[in-house]
C-alpha cells in the first residue's frame, strides 16, 4: 500500500522530549514501512524516519524562535497534501481538524484519528457538518461527546515491543509521576497520595506556558512543603525507561476524559504497575488485578498501593505485550485502510473491453 502520515508539525517525529501524538505517528509510521508498506510522512525537517520524509517545514515549529504563528506553515503543508493525494492509495492525518474542507473530494480514502479530547462543546457544530468524514478513536470512552460521525474504528496506542525494557527488580523505592503538570492531570492528587503512604515520589514532567501560574501557585508549593518529593522536570525516551522501569509504581490520577494516557502503557512495557483514577479511556487501557488498578479517590489509592507492590511484574509486561504493541496498532489500522470506501474502489478489478478482467488490486 502507498500510505500517507501527516503529523502536526509543533514537534517533531518522534518529538525530542513532550509530545504523545508525534510518538504514536513515528510508532506507526516505522512499523507500517518494517512489514514493507511505501509510506510517505509529512512532518517538520528534524524528523527521523525510514519512510519518505516530505519536510514541511524546517524544524519542529515549536522548537523555531522564528516562529509566532503555526497556522501559516500547516497550511502551506496541506497544499502539498492537496498537490500530491493523487499519488496514495491512503491518506492518514494525525491533525486535529484543518484538513477537512481540503480532502472533501478524496475523503473516502483518508482516515482521521483524533488524538484530543472531544467534550468541548465548539466541535460538535463542526463535526456535525463532516459528518461523513472517515475518524478513528484512540478509546471507546472518548466517543462519549461526539454527535454520529462516520467511526471507522477504534485503535488502541502500541509501543514497538523493544522500545522500554521490562525490569522485574526495580531499583527505586518510589512512585511515579510522568506527564504534564496540568490541573486535569491532577499532581497534586499523586503528591497526597505517596504522602500517605509514606513513599517518594517522582515527578518527571513538562509545564507549559498556560500551566505555569497553576504549578507556581498550586503544585510547586506542594512540592516544597513535601520533603518526599522530587520534581525532575521533563525527561527524554532513554530517561523515561529508567525512570519508569525503577518506579514501584506509576500514579496516573487524572481527573478528565483522557482519550487514551500513553504513559499507562509505557509503565506496563517496563513491568511496572498503575494506579489509575475511573476516568476517561483508563478502565479500557488497565486490566484490573494484572496491570493495576483503578480507584475513585485519594484514599482508594492509598489503601491498594500495598497490594499493587505485590502484583508480578512479569504479568503486567505479558499484558501489554498482548494489547498494545506497535505491530498490533499497524494491522489495525491497515484493517482500517483496506476497509475504506476509496481504497476498495481503487482495488476493484476494471474490464476490459473483451470482457476479461485486469486485476488493479491495491497490495497490502
Known amino acids: 500500500m502507498k500510505i500517507a502520515q501527516i503529523a ?7 518529538p525530542k522530549l513532550y509530545g504523545g501524538t508525534e510518538r504514536i505517528v513515528s510508532y506507526l509510521t516505522e512499523e507500517l514501512v518494517a512489514q514493507g508498506h511505501d509510506v510517505t510522512l509529512f512532518a517538520s525537517g528534524d524528523s527521523i524516519t525510514n519512510a519518505k520524509l516530505v519536510a514541511c517545514s524546517d524544524v519542529a515549529l515549536r522548537l523555531n524562535p522564528a516562529v509566532k504563528e503555526h497556522l ?11 498537490r500530491r493525494a493523487h499519488e496514495f492509495d491512503v491518506l492518514h492525518f494525525h491533525i486535529d481538524l484543518l484538513h477537512f474542507p481540503l480532502i472533501r473530494d478524496f475523503a473516502d480514502r483518508t482516515v482521521t484519528t483524533l488524538h484530543g479530547r472531544l467534550d468541548l462543546p465548539d466541535l460538535k457544530p463542526f463535526y456535525k457538518a463532516f459528518a461523513d468524514t472517515p475518524l478513528v478513536s484512540i ?14 474504528g477504534t485503535v488502541y496506542h502500541g509501543l514497538p515491543r523493544d522500545l522500554l525494557p521490562f525490569t522485574e527488580k526495580p531499583k527505586g523505592n518510589y512512585l511515579a509521576f510522568l506527564g504534564r503538570i496540568s490541573p486535569e492531570k491532577r499532581p497534586d492528587r499523586a503528591i497526597q497520595i505517596a504522602a500517605k503512604v509514606g513513599m517518594p515520589l ?17 503544585i510547586e508549593p506542594m512540592v516544597k512543603s513535601h520533603p518526599n518529593v522530587e520534581f525532575i522536570g521533563e525527561i527524554n525516551e532513554h530517561q ?3 525512570f519508569l522501569g525503577n518506579a514501584c509504581a506509576l500514579l496516573f490520577p487524572i481527573d478528565w476524559p483522557e482519550p487514551f494516557g500513553l504513559v499507562m502503557i509505557e509503565a506496563m512495557a517496563c513491568g511496572t504497575p498503575v494506579v489509575a483514577f475511573r476516568c476517561g479511556s483508563a478502565p479500557e487501557v488497565i486490566d484490573e ?3 493495576g488498578v483503578l480507584v475513585d479517590n485519594v484514599q482508594e489509592a ?7 507492590l505485590r502484583l508480578d511484574r512479569r504479568k503486567v509486561r505479558t499484558a501489554f505485550e498482548k494489547r498494545f504493541t506497535a505491530e ?32 488493479l488490486k491495491v497490495v497490502a
Open 202 to 218: 517522582k515527578m518527571a514532567a513538562k509545564i507549559d506556558n498556560a500551566d505555569k501560574a497553576y504549578w507556581q501557585t498550586v
Open 240 to 242: 523515561k525507561a529508567v
Open 139 to 152: 478509546s471507546n470512552d472518548q466517543r462519549r461527546p461526539m454527535p454520529p460521525v462516520s467511526w471507522s
Open 8 to 14: 502536526p508539525l509543533a514537534e517533531s517525529v518522534p
Open 302 to 308: 492509598a489503601e491498594n498501593i500495598e497490594w499493587l
Open 289 to 291: 488485578g494484572v496491570s
Open 328 to 359: 498490533r496498532m499497524a494491522r489495525d489500522y491497515l484493517g482500517i485502510y483496506r476497509n475504506l470506501p476509496g481504497v476498495r474502489t481503487r482495488a476493484a478489478p476494471v474490464r476490459r473491453a473483451n470482457g476479461q478482467s485486469l486485476d
Open 72 to 82: 501559516p506553515h500547516e497550511v502551506v503543508m496541506l497544499e502539498e497534501i492537496r
